[in-house]
C-alpha cells in the first residue's frame, strides 16, 4: 500500500488534527517568567481501532533552575524537589525541552496529525511554564498550539463535580496516592487517565461517533 492510498490514522480526525498530549510540570514557584521549571513530563496518547483513547509512553525530564531563576521555598516544600540533588540528573532547559518535544513531533506524524495540543490539570498553568522555557531556551520548533488546550479540572468539573485531581480520579475509579502525587509523572499519568475516561465515556453516550476503519485489503 503506497503513501498516497494509506488510511489516516483515527486520532487524525478526532480533535481536529490536534493530537493530545499530556503535560505535568513541577516548579519553583507560580511565574512562568520568574521562577524555575524543575520537572517536566509529557504522556503522549494513542488511540485503539474502537476509537477509544489510551496511554501511550510517557517521558520525564528533570530540569536545573534557568541563570537567576527564582525558586520559592513553598513551592519546594510541596514538591519536594530539591533543585541541587545530583542523583536528579537535572539537564538545562533547551536539553530537556528537546528531550521531550522530540518524541512528541514523532507522535504527530505517527498519528497524521498537524501539531500537538496540551492537556493538563488546571492546563493554562503547564502552557505557559513549557512556553517560557521554550522561548527562554530558544527552541523555535514548539510542537504545542500556542494557545489551545484541554484542561481535565474543568472537565472533571462537569463530569464529576470536582476539580481537584486527586477527588476527581477517585471519582472516575482511578486509584490515586497522594504520597506519589507532585511527581511529574505520577500526576500527568493520572491526569492521562482522567482524560482519556472522560473522552470515551463520552463516546460511549453518544457523544462523538468512533470513526470509521475499512477493512478492505489496499
Known amino acids: 500500500m503506497t503513501d498516497e492510498n494509506r488510511q489516516s490514522h483515527p486520532m487524525s480526525r478526532r480533535f481536529r488534527g ?43 525530564q528533570q530540569i536545573d533552575p534557568f ?17 541541587w540533588n545530583p542523583e536528579r540528573e537535572a539537564v538545562p532547559e533547551r536539553e ?58 474543568t472537565l472533571a468539573g462537569l463530569a464529576y463535580g470536582h476539580t481537584v485531581l486527586a477527588q476527581a480520579c477517585k471519582l472516575a475509579g482511578i486509584p490515586f496516592n497522594n504520597k506519589e502525587a507532585h511527581s511529574a509523572a505520577y500526576d500527568a499519568e493520572k491526569t492521562a487517565d482522567l482524560f482519556c475516561g472522560i473522552v470515551n465515556r463520552w463516546q460511549e453516550l453518544g457523544g462523538f461517533p468512533p470513526p470509521v476503519i475499512s477493512d478492505e485489503a489496499e
Open 67 to 83: 541563570e537567576g531563576a527564582n525558586l520559592e521555598q513553598s513551592a519546594l516544600d510541596f514538591t519536594g524537589i530539591d533543585p
Open 96 to 153: 530537556g525541552l528537546s528531550e521531550i518535544f522530540g518524541p512528541i513531533r514523532k507522535a504527530v506524524k505517527a498519528h497524521d496529525c498537524k501539531r500537538a495540543v496540551l492537556v493538563g490539570h488546571n492546563a493554562t498553568f503547564d502552557h505557559n511554564f513549557v512556553f517560557a522555557a521554550a522561548h527562554r531556551a530558544e527552541i523555535n520548533r514548539n510542537p504545542f498550539h500556542p494557545f489551545s488546550t484541554f484542561d481535565t479540572a
Open 18 to 60: 490536534f493530537l493530545p498530549i499530556v503535560v505535568d510540570v513541577e516548579t519553583g514557584g507560580f511565574n512562568p517568567e520568574r521562577d524555575a521549571l524543575l520537572e517536566i513530563a509529557a504522556v503522549i496518547l494513542t488511540m485503539d481501532d474502537d476509537g477509544r483513547l489510551r496511554r501511550a509512553e510517557t517521558h520525564v
